[in-house]
């Protein structure tokens, strides 16, 4: 089962925690991402078990399906920014071990594609996508960033 289909299903047989739901779309999406574990708990005491990102991500579509006008079902810059944030410090801390000429070896030019998707989630308001998209575009960079250092180690 999906972790969509477990939240609507504890949604309609529970009033209270339909009601915290709620409380917590009308809060914002930092606050239902922060209660995301009340959630997993929950649904993880009815047998259902899901990760922390999967919860999170049925949430804030939930958020945007059922309650639209909601401030939890907009997006939110801060936390987009936090996880790109996170991103560029792992690939900075792998680009700075590189030498002047590896450095000027990185063909970067694969993160377009990935520029365009975390784009496209962006306009859709869809943080799923989003995160999805912005974990291809940190492994094109990791991949881009290892087929520099396997052809320096075989130069």
Same mark, same amino acid.
């Given at each position: 089962?999906? &972790?969509?289909? =477990? $939240? /609507?299903? %504890?949604?309609?047989?529970?009033?209270?925690?339909?009601?915290?739901? +709620?409380?917590?779309? @009308?809060?914002?999406?930092?606050?239902?991402?922060?209660?995301?574990?009340?959630?997993?708990?929950?649904?993880?005491?009815?047998?259902?078990?899901?990760?922390?990102?999967? &919860?999170?991500? =049925? $949430? /804030?579509? %939930?958020?945007?399906?059922?309650?639209?006008?909601?401030?939890?079902? +907009?997006?939110?810059? @801060?936390?987009?920014?936090?996880?790109?944030?996170?991103?560029?410090?792992?690939?900075?801390?792998?680009?700075?071990?590189?030498?002047?000429?590896?450095?000027?070896?990185?063909?970067?030019?694969? $993160?377009?594609?990935?520029?365009?998707?975390?784009?496209?989630?962006?306009?859709?308001?869809?943080?799923?996508?989003?995160?999805?998209?912005?974990?291809?575009?940190?492994?094109?960079?990791?991949?881009?960033?290892?087929?520099?250092?396997?052809?320096?180690?075989?130069?």
């Amino acid at each position: 089962m999906k &972790a969509r289909t =477990a $939240l /609507l299903e %504890l949604f309609k047989r529970s009033r209270e925690w339909r009601a915290f739901f +709620r409380s917590c779309c @009308e809060m914002g999406a930092s606050r239902l991402r922060s209660q995301t574990w009340q959630f997993r708990d929950e649904l993880k005491d009815r047998g259902y078990e899901f990760g922390s990102e999967e &919860a999170e991500n =049925a $949430l /804030l579509g %939930l958020a945007r399906d059922l309650l639209p006008e909601s401030p939890a079902a +907009r997006w939110d810059a @801060e936390w987009a920014y936090q996880l790109c944030r996170g991103t560029l410090a792992r690939l900075a801390e792998r680009h700075v071990e590189f030498s002047a000429a590896e450095k000027e070896a990185l063909d970067l030019s694969v $993160l377009n594609a990935w520029d365009e998707r975390m784009h496209a989630a962006r306009v859709k308001n869809d943080p799923a996508a989003f995160r999805t998209a912005l974990k291809g575009w940190e492994q094109a960079g990791l991949d881009a960033i290892q087929r520099v250092q396997v052809r320096g180690g075989a130069a």
